[in-house]
């Protein structure tokens, strides 16, 4: 069965500090890897996505996120944090073929906390 | 393009009562699948349909159940709901690809149940 992990149920920086939030998951084909962004009171928004190709993957709002398979890795990185990233942060994997329609299994989340 | 758009926003029920929740997808997306997310088991999935016809199911008693259109907006149910129903209900839409795919979520449905 695939799961994901985020080790980090909290993290605080402070405006302008690098930012980097870890996901490790477990599945045994070719994954399909997100990280998504709640924000309090709202949905999901996709960041990124990982299907295939290049490993480092750039996303919106100035993220990126590097595959490593060898580590079972998929972080996600900013170099500059502003306050306006302060939200939930979730990682998930899915499925690169078979019937795992609509599926995506998610970490538990990453609280993210920016200090001014 | 307008968004996954999910209605109700925010609902209050009581034990035993049932509820429907309604998810209508991006255009042109046939895929539409539903989420629960609760604080203490995060997000789950409840279940995706594709062409009015339920293609996958997660790990829920028969209490939850759902449907498709033909316009592939998609309702789903909770019957003799239980105070751990409680939840923020997200719906997502995609192309429907094989596997998974990029899904768009809405802002999802509060449901509390007293």
């Known amino acids: 069965a695939q799961s994901v992990t985020q080790p980090d149920i909290h993290i605080t920086v402070s405006e302008g500090a690098s930012l980097e939030l870890r996901c490790n998951y477990s599945?045994?084909?070719?994954?399909?890897l997100f990280w998504y962004v709640q924000s309090p009171g709202q949905g999901l928004q996709l960041l990124l996505k990982?299907?295939?190709?290049?490993?480092l993957v750039q996303g919106i709002k100035g993220f990126e996120a590097e595959f490593k398979r060898s580590q079972s890795s998929f972080n996600l990185r900013k170099p500059s944090v502003h306050w306006s990233d302060a939200a939930e942060y979730f990682c998930a994997v899915g499925a690169a073929g078979g019937t795992s329609y609509g599926k995506l299994t998610f970490g538990q989340g990453t609280i993210l906390t920016v200090h001014p | 393009k307008a968004g996954v758009t999910q209605t109700p926003r925010y609902l209050i029920k009581t034990r035993g009562q049932q509820v429907t929740l309604s998810c209508s997808p991006i255009s042109g997306h046939r895929s539409v699948s539903w989420y629960q997310q609760t604080p203490g088991q995060g997000l789950q999935f409840l279940f995706e349909?594709?062409?009015?016809?339920?293609?996958n199911k997660g790990n829920f008693p028969g209490r939850f159940s759902g449907r498709q259109f033909s316009n592939s907006r998609s309702e789903m149910n909770v019957s003799t709901l239980e105070l751990g129903d409680s939840a923020l209900y997200l719906c997502?839409?995609?192309?429907?690809?094989?596997?998974?795919?990029?899904?768009?979520f809405g802002e999802g449905s509060r449901l509390t149940v007293l």
């Open positions: 599945y045994g084909a070719t994954p399909y």
């Open positions: 997502a839409s995609s192309f429907g690809q094989v596997g998974t795919g990029e899904l768009f």
């Open positions: 990982y299907f295939s190709g290049d490993t």
């Open positions: 349909y594709f062409s009015e016809t339920q293609r």
